[in-house]
C-alpha cells in the first residue's frame, strides 16, 4: 500500500522538552511538508523539502525543526522555542513536479502541558 | 506575498440543500487545488483545476476556475451528511511548487 505514515497519533510531552514527529512516504514524492493545523486557521506551513538533503523555511518555522537525510522520511522536531506547540501536525508529499496534488498523512495531535 | 481568502468559514445547511465555498487569490494563479477534509481526519485530494474558465464535475460536487485565474469555486448539489467536512482550495502561482491554502469552509448538514 503506497502512502503516508505519521507517528504517533497522539502525542503528549511537558513544557520544555522536545519532541520529533516522524513522517514517512513509500510514493517515491521528490517533494515534502509539515503543516500545522489549529481551529479556524487552515495550514499554515512550517518546512518543506524539495530534495534530500535540502529544506526550505515556511511561514511559521520558528521552534521547529527538520532533516531530509533520506527521500522517504522527513521528521520534524518541535523544539522548547516554540511558544504555542499544542497543535495538529500533517505532513504532506507531492511529486514536485507538473501535477501538484499533496498526499498528506493522518496527521500527529501534539498537546503540551 | 501571495493570499487567498476563502469563504464562509462556516455553513450551515439542511440535508437537500446546495453549498458553495469560494476562493479569491490576491494574484494570478497557474492552478488551483480543492482537499476534503472530514472531521477528525487529514485533507484528502478532490480536484486540480488549470485551465482558465475550466469547470470539472464530480458528481454533484462542480468545481469552477475563474477567467483571469485569480478566483474559484466549489458548489455541491443536494447536500448529503457525507459531504460534512471542511473544503480547502490551494492555490499556486509563479511556477512555485508550494501551494498557499485558504483557510477553508466547514460544512455542516443537518439531517
Known amino acids: 500500500d503506497g502512502g503516508i505514515t505519521q507517528s504517533p497519533k497522539y502525542l503528549f510531552r511537558k513544557e520544555g522538552q522536545n519532541v520529533t514527529l516522524s513522517c514517512e512516504q513509500n510514493?517515491?514524492?521528490?517533494?515534502m511538508y509539515w503543516y500545522r493545523q489549529d481551529p479556524g486557521q487552515g495550514l499554515r506551513l512550517i518546512y518543506y523539502s524539495q530534495i534530500v538533503n535540502d529544506f526550505q523555511k515556511g511561514d511559521i518555522a520558528e521552534g521547529y525543526s527538520v532533516s531530509r537525510e533520506k527521500k522517504e522520511s522527513f521528521p520534524l522536531t518541535v523544539t522548547s522555542a516554540q511558544k504555542n506547540p499544542t497543535a495538529f501536525y500533517l505532513c504532506?508529499?507531492?511529486?514536485?513536479?507538473?501535477?501538484?496534488?499533496?498526499?498528506f498523512g493522518p496527521g500527529t495531535r501534539l498537546t503540551v502541558t | 506575498g501571495q493570499q487567498v481568502m476563502q469563504i464562509p468559514q462556516y455553513q450551515h445547511v439542511q440535508e437537500g440543500e446546495d453549498f458553495t465555498t469560494y476562493c479569491n487569490s490576491s494574484?494570478?494563479?497557474?492552478?488551483i487545488q480543492w482537499y476534503k477534509q472530514r472531521p477528525g481526519g487529514h485533507p484528502v485530494f478532490l480536484i486540480q483545476l488549470v485551465k482558465s474558465g475550466e469547470v470539472k464535475k464530480q458528481k454533484r460536487l462542480t468545481f469552477q476556475f475563474g477567467e483571469a485565474k485569480k478566483n474559484s469555486s466549489l458548489h455541491i448539489t443536494a447536500t448529503q451528511t457525507t459531504d460534512v467536512g471542511t473544503y480547502f482550495c490551494a492555490g499556486q502561482s509563479g511556477g512555485s511548487y508550494i501551494p498557499t491554502f485558504g483557510r477553508g469552509t466547514s460544512l455542516i448538514v443537518h439531517p
Open positions: 510514493l517515491n514524492h521528490d517533494a
Open positions: 504532506a508529499s507531492s511529486s514536485g513536479r507538473d501535477f501538484y496534488e499533496q498526499y
Open positions: 494574484t494570478t494563479l497557474s492552478n
